[in-house]
């Protein structure tokens, strides 16, 4: 597997040390936004499967606020690397109206999942929708989507796994963020 890696383009250590800034900076805002409300009104994670499930993981864990989880399935594309139709696979089990939630998403390419994403929850009357990202891939962008919190920023249109992001459902388990071999991806 780690013969299919170019090069890797941030290390185990470096996602860690981010997740906590992370996971610090997100505490903050909601104690400060919620104070004493957020022993009754917890904030609520939404990870998108499967590529955020490991970094939702670490980054829950990394907030000292009281923080519920939720899981969604959004499509986007399918058994190929190119984006088309979104479509939602999984939705949410729980209601969202009143809640403040955090988007957790692996990696924001066209922004078109997001997007979607977003428009599916706000007709929900949630209290807050922001987004936390591990990656955001600028040069695809073809939907504008602001992202709250960002772990890193890639801006080279490079096929990207690890660290739960994937192609063809392998890889996810690497440790670090690795530029895949072009020899790798079937076209």
């Known amino acids: 597997m780690h013969n299919k890696i170019e090069r890797i383009l941030f290390t185990e250590s470096q996602i860690a040390q ?3 800034e992370l ?13 004493e409300k957020l022993s009754r009104e917890p904030l609520l994670a939404i990870g998108l499967l499967r590529g955020a499930v490991i970094f939702l993981a670490d980054l829950a864990r990394a907030m000292k606020i009281p923080v519920e989880l939720a899981f969604m399935a959004i499509s986007s594309y399918g058994a190929s690397t190119s984006p088309s139709e979104v479509r939602t696979v999984k939705d949410l089990e729980i209601p969202v109206a009143g809640r403040h939630i955090l988007i957790v ?3 924001v390419d066209t922004g078109q999942t997001l997007a979607h994403l977003q428009e599916l929850l706000q007709a929900r009357h949630p209290a807050s929708v922001k ?4 990656l955001d891939k600028i040069p695809r962008r073809a939907r504008t989507v602001s992202i709250d919190y960002v772990g890193f920023t890639l801006a ?8 739960g992001l994937d192609y063809a459902e392998r890889y996810r388990n690497l440790p670090y963020i690795a530029l895949l071999k072009q020899s790798a991806i079937r076209s």
């Open 105 to 107: 998403e692996d990696i």
């Open 156 to 163: 080279e249109d490079a096929f990207v796994v690890g660290y």
């Open 131 to 134: 987004i936390c990202a591990l």
């Open 18 to 20: 981010r997740v906590r």
């Open 23 to 35: 996971g610090e900076q997100i505490s903050r805002d909601y104690e400060t936004l919620l104070g």
